[in-house]
């Protein structure tokens, strides 16, 4: 369904952004990864799903190597046709002790990548009347939680850059739409599950299963690879007209 696209997915060499990666070259795009940590693992297991495959190790809190990431791209595969803004970091104090640095650094790495990348991809999305742009933002982006002050305030900032985003393109074959996960079990998370273990004492397996009860019906964690089908279907023709949605896959944390 998407060869011949390149998928550019800032904060893939892990958890989410690497599931995304992975269903997006299932169906056939080239992947530009990007992010820290092990490279060549992720880079072969996309490589081995029969498409192109390159890194760039932009600091996604960092303009300018952000505008070099983006020149990578075009100058390797030709254009980014769909751009998932995914990079992220968490950091949990209350506002009153909540590092300034870690504040910034979770607005800057959370919310202004997207609005850089977005920029920085838009004009050639619309010269090419096509376009996929997908936020990552969290269920954090439509409700808050305790102690979570930055990365709620960058995330709701994110649903509102995917709707801005998506009006101001929406007479054009560019979408932009946001997915909000509930707790997924990647290395974000399990430092929260490590946190909760620690304070109540608790095993690691009732450490997760504390965490889940606290917010997610559902008691189950969402997997990367239930994302990556939902960028997926963002990508398809059935989501050409789907424009600036926040879409939940929560375990039913925002029904409540
Ligand atoms: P993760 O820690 O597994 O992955 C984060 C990725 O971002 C890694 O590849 C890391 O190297 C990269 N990254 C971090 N700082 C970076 C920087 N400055 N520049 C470039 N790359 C950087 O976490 P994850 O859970 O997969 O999170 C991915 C996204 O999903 C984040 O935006 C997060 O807020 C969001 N999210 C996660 C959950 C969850 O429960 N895990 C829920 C909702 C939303």
Request: hydrophobic share 45%; aromatic share 6%.
């Amino acid at each position: 369904m998407l060869q011949g696209k390149t998928a550019l997915v800032t904060g893939s060499t892990s958890g989410i952004g690497l599931g995304i990666a992975k269903a997006l070259a299932k169906q056939g795009a080239n992947i530009v990864l990007n992010g820290f940590g092990d490279v060549e693992g992720p880079k072969a297991e996309i490589a081995a799903l029969g498409v192109k495959v390159a890194y760039h190790g932009a600091d996604m809190s960092k303009a300018n190597e952000i505008e070099a990431m983006m020149k990578f791209a075009a100058d390797t595969f030709g254009r980014v046709d769909i751009l998932v803004n995914n990079a992220g970091i968490q950091h949990v104090a209350k506002v009153e002790d909540f590092p300034v640095e870690r504040w910034d650094a979770i607005i800057a790495i959370n919310l202004t990548s997207a609005f850089h990348a977005t920029r920085l991809a838009l004009p050639a999305m619309k010269a090419a009347n096509w376009g996929r742009i997908i936020n990552v933002a969290s269920i954090h982006g439509l409700v808050g939680s305790a102690e979570k002050s930055a990365y709620v305030a960058a995330k709701h900032g994110v649903v509102g850059l995917t709707k801005v985003t998506a009006l101001e393109n929406a007479t054009t074959g560019v979408t932009c739409n946001a997915i909000c996960p509930g707790w997924v079990l990647t290395p974000l998370v399990q430092k929260q599950v490590d946190a909760k273990a620690v304070a109540m004492g608790l095993s690691n397996e009732e450490a997760k299963k504390q965490l889940l009860r606290e917010k997610e019906p559902s008691m189950q964690f969402t997997t990367p690879e239930e994302l990556g089908e939902l960028a997926v279907f963002f990508c398809s023709a059935a989501g050409n007209n789907v424009r600036g949605v926040a879409w939940n896959m929560d375990g039913g944390w925002t029904a409540q």
